[in-house]
């Protein structure tokens, strides 16, 4: 909301506000009405006067160019001009040497073709008053001579933004927030007093309106309308343009100004029909019929709902209640008499047929927020009387109203009054204020308070703030005018602290701990959006991920299912700049839809990883290796052995995936089932991307991990007695897996067989086709005696029998 | 005494020959030349028979002391030869610690990750305990629970991410209201305090939240923390104080926090709370805006609306909520002067703020 000071000055004496601007206006911020910015509208206009054209000859050099004798009112200037509009005797805005434009132009002595200039004349787009114009600006005949312009336009103004919340109704106006600046000021407004010459004719006697309400909804709650006959539609004289200008709007014609200058002014949104294209004396404010259509101002005709709300006359829908007029009922230039609507109506339903034709406008933006409910008519008066102010006619007699029961009640009922006790206020607030205080408080912001004795209060609350509706909004108006800065903070003492820990606590450490866990291994943390695009999605997804219903555009439709999607293609973005050794890792949720779910989404936390080109930085290259997949399996076994995981076990994958490399991929297995896998990703991609090394990716399940983890610990006696190691050396089919020999001599070797572990493995021509040779170290070990050269023979015997039964493996020979 | 004068020329010349003995394949024939068997002191001292038995012990002890001298000057050359081959063996083992060690690459957490463990940690402090809720989100946690109706202008503050339904429409959850992307952590107080049903409830919401906005100001994805403190009395001025507290520890012991009445539904008097600049420590720069002001949290006392959503009774509880925007701490905090900047995953960002 855009205030001007000018205009405030029509209602309060704004002399302390020029005096100190920018300390009353973080007063006013600190009351809840945030400045946002200001803007000194004379800014630019320095060195600008009105002037007059004497004389105006041809270019001696230039056809184009004309030489133009331009009196000041001191001097007469000689001014070189391009522009083909003016002549001689025409009032002009000059800008004399010195001056320094608002679109960042100075003037400055210069000469063209050869002819001297002293100034220029300015056009409207120079003066950034408007964004086109043609020629210079050619003022009124009657405009004085050597006047700073800025002064002529009434630019000595300056203007402030306000960021008004949506509980501010009532400060979206000039008289607002001067009811506003008025109480921080300590001084009483002047409210402009209607004086209107009506006719003897009545409006009753040619118009009747009513308020219809539909299936319990009253969405209309009053409708208040006065006849004006005989207008002249013209332009609109200086100050109304000035003052429209000023905050930023622009000059439609002197009627439909009028009603947008009392929007600016007090708030209250009203509208001007061309009462000859109504049909019929009778106006209604009611509900739409569904499939009924309607042409709007903006030019555009819709199809409107049973959900909205309409001005119709007795034919058809003439208004958008709240929103827009009609086409069909527009003012224009050949208008001689017009029907002026005042009128209040539901919020909830004006911005739903808002936004339901994305018609948000002023009008709208305030009824949403709510009018006050007892200054319609005043609005309607003093629109009346500033029409005939500027565009004559008749005002007819009286107005006709209508209102519905809650419309009714809200003008001529009681004001809201919320009872209000002192002790309970301070204790709420941590304040020790004292009744007489918060009474004197309260009504210098338009509330009374009454209650006798008791700390106690009946606090009425004026109809401007319909916002203000239970007893803690009173303690944020108390605390508003008091300041909020007067509150003396005090810690909250917290003496009952829970006596658990909870599940979400526990997530979020075990979260933090795996992203320090992978930092440490060398990874960096990535931070991708939780959507993507549809395409990667199913390029690097794991299922069809949840589709959005209004995305902001094609990039991001969909909740990813892995977080691959975002992985990979930064990895690509990555090596695309020539970043050799690239890992990165992602923390958060993945999206999986289920019908069965509150929402129909399930969410799963995952880790996900993705690493490529060497394993150490900067190390000689004789020391190093390529990251490979064991690389990637180490880092995270060594995570989930960190974190508890026991008994980690790999699968293949029943299908290929098509992301990966069909032979060097693995399902992780904790628990339950499948819950994540390590692989290389499918070789097509390191040359999709020209990019020499394998990539590797691992992506598993938090839940799961959170799930199966086993972090306590318990004290496991040390043998007394010594360890052996023995080495086996078998020969087998080059598929079998070493997770398959391993766990079946850890079978045959029960109980001695404490650890088992490939140290050894080769293939070679002499072993046979499609053979491989596997050494197996194992540790044995008896908590109760030394091992006996027998026990052990025993054992490895064992062993070997199971190895050859289980596998039809043989020792090597 | 003949032989006396030989054992002092034996003994003359052997030391002689250590003390030439540059090597010690020298140093050891000078052993078995003089002092073997078959050497030459050996050799000197079979005539010892013919001396007489009167002059035989001076004779045996001279010939003592000179092969204890002869040995410890053997053993002191053996020694230092030795010595010597160990430190050329030593030099010849030189390592270059200037090389590179052979270390991961560094690894780092997010900046977002790091802010969000910093503040947490702060309210940790103060007894407040992590709570979480969904991604996904009901219309009714996001908003109806949280005095937003469906009529009221404040829904317009936040643009919604809908969540698609199989008709190609916003899906649906079971409490019948709209299936959305949170908008804010908000909706976690109304979970807690549904699930809670009593006071005392102090939780702190972490987590990514969604907004339908993208330019250079707005990440359509973002992060907040939330706090919410419910118990039978809890005022207004404890509010404050939490708050001063944070800022304090958070920005430095002389940071200032303003709080200015706004507006958010589910709250009561609402505020925004602005800390001193910590560019210019309130003075005004460009970073303040030349307010000497930076606004960075917004809370205020939970509306009585939002009790009776949560299931419980605003006449008998009371409560405060305050929650702020990550990615602005951050960037403030760790001078990074582009938002979009936290969500490109460029390694040369990324590896900036460590573990």
Known sequence: MKISVNWLSKYMDVAPLRADLSGVLARLTMRGLEVEAVHDLSKGFEKVITAQIEARDKHPNADRLSVCRVNTGKETLQIVCGAQNMKAGDKVALAQIGAHLPINLKIEKSKIRDVESFGMLCSETELAIADKSEGILILPANAPVGLPLAQYLERNDVVFTLNVTPNRGDALSHWGVARELAALLGQTLKQPTIQLKEDKTTTASKYKVSVESSGGTERCFQYHARAINGVKVGASPQWLKTALEAVGQRSINNVVDITNFILLELGQPLHAFDSDKLRGGAIFARSAKSGEKIPLLDGTEIQLTAEDAVIADAERPVALAGVMGGGNSEVTETTKNILLEGAQFLPASVRKTARRFQKQTDSSYRFERQVDARQVTYALDRAAQLIQEVAGGVVLAGRVSAYSKQGENLVKGPLRSIQLSIDEMNSFLGTELSRERTVEMLESIGFTGKGAGSGMLDIEVPSYRPDVQIVEDLYEEVVRVLGYNSIVASVPVLSDLPATTSGAEKRFAAVENVKKSLARAGFNEALHFAFVSEELNKKWGEGPGVRLANPLNEEFTTLKSSLLTGLVPSFVQAIYRQEPNVRMFEVRPVFYPDPASETGVTEQWRVALIASGRSYSNALEKQDRDFDFYCMKGVVEELLDEMGVRGLRYQNFEKADPRFHPTQSVRIVMGKGPSGMIARLHPKYESEWKWKKPVFVAEFSLERVLEVAKTERKYVAISKFPKVVRELSIVADRTLSADRIVTTVQKHGKPLVEAVQVVDLFSSDKLGAGKMSVSISMTLADPMRTLEETVLEGVQQKIIQGLSKDLGVELRK | ?355
């Open chain 2, 1 to 355: 005494m003949d032989l006396l004068n030989r054992i002092s020329e034996l003994e003359g010349e052997c030391l002689k020959a250590i003390a030439v003995a540059t090597t010690a394949e020298a140093l050891q024939e000078v052993d078995l030349k003089y002092l073997s068997k078959k050497g030459l002191f050996s050799e000197c001292m079979k005539s010892l028979r013919d001396v007489s038995s009167e002059d035989r012990p001076k004779v045996g002890a001279r010939a003592n002391e000179a092969k204890t001298r002869i040995d410890a000057a053997l053993t002191a050359k053996r020694n230092a030869f030795a010595d010597e081959a160990l430190n050329a063996q030593l030099q010849s083992e030189a390592i270059d610690a200037t090389l590179p060690a052979l270390r991961r690459p560094p690894g780092s957490t997010h900046l977002i990750t790091k802010v969000m463990g910093e503040l947490v940690r702060i309210f940790q402090r103060l007894g407040f305990e992590i709570a979480d809720g969904p991604e996904v989100e009901t219309e009714f946690h996001n908003f109806d629970a949280l005095n937003m109706l469906d009529d009221h202008p404040a829904r317009d503050m936040q643009d919604t991410f809908f969540v698609g339904g199989v008709d190609g429409k916003t899906a649906k959850a079971t409490n019948q209201t709209g299936v959305v992307l949170r908008t804010h952590t908000s909706p976690v107080q109304i979970r807690t305090m549904l699930a809670k049903k009593e006071p005392p409830v102090r939780i702190l919401a972490p987590g990514a939240v969604f907004r339908s906005d993208y330019d250079v100001t707005h990440s359509p994805m973002f992060h907040q923390l939330e706090g919410l403190y419910v118990n039978k009395k809890v005022s207004f001025a404890e509010l404050k104080g939490c708050l001063l507290f944070f800022a304090r520890e958070y920005f430095g012991p002389n940071t200032q926090i303003r709080m200015r009445p706004s507006f958010f539904p589910f709250v009561e008097p609402g505020a925004e709370i602005d800390v001193s600049c910590v560019m210019c420590s309130g003075k005004g720069c460009r970073v303040c805006k030349e307010t000497g002001w930076l606004e960075i949290l917004g809370g205020g006392m939970v509306h009585p609306s939002v009790f009776k959503a949560a299931g419980m009774d605003s006449r008998l509880v009371q409560g405060f909520a305050f929650g702020m925007g990550i990615e602005r701490i951050a960037m403030l905090k760790y001078g990074v002067p582009d938002l979009r900047l936290l969500f490109e995953n460029d390694p040369r960002f990324l590896k900036q703020f460590g573990i």
